[in-house]
């Protein structure tokens, strides 16, 4: 009996907090979307796993590729642009870094907003380096104000 009165229960205040969503499409043509990041209301960052770093207008729709520096693995299986986080600022980001010699690592690099880049640009956090293919993924995260890589 109580199964039945909280399944009346779900299904008439079902609707109380309901409001009307409506679904519009913002961009198209994206190449495996990865991370993002709210700048304010109406912009955000985004990440694709082949390095770009994309900042998007959601009112205009206009998207602008950030510049950066950084030596991003090209992607395949997990490696490549993974998360991106913005505070106050500045720009966290953690990719799948080239090492050279055939060797990568998960690092995480920090920079400014500059008119349409990133400037000062560093790492700030790189993981040791592997010639595998391990696992790169990562997402990034502040906790009390302290930069917080989470690692599955």
Not at 46 to 52: A, C, D, N, V
Not at 93 to 115: L, N
């Amino acid at each position: 009996m109580k199964f039945f009165i909280s399944i009346i229960f779900f299904l008439l205040t079902f609707n109380l907090n309901a409001s009307e969503y409506k679904l519009e499409k913002v961009i198209s043509g994206l190449n495996k979307p990865w991370g993002m990041s709210f700048i304010n209301d109406n912009e955000l960052f985004l990440t694709q796993k082949s390095g770009e770093i994309l900042k998007i207008n959601l009112t205009t729709k206009e998207v602008k590729n950030f510049s950066h520096n950084l030596k991003v693995v090209q992607p395949h299986w997990q490696a490549g642009m993974l998360d991106i986080i913005y505070k106050d600022g500045e720009v966290f980001v953690s990719y799948t870094e080239d090492r050279g010699d055939d060797k990568t690592s998960t690092s995480i690099a920090r920079g400014f907003i500059e008119d349409e880049s990133f400037s000062e640009i560093e790492n700030i956090f790189q993981s040791g380096s592997s010639w595998n293919n391990i696992h790169w993924g990562s997402r990034l995260m502040f906790k009390d104000d302290l930069l917080v890589r989470k690692h599955w």
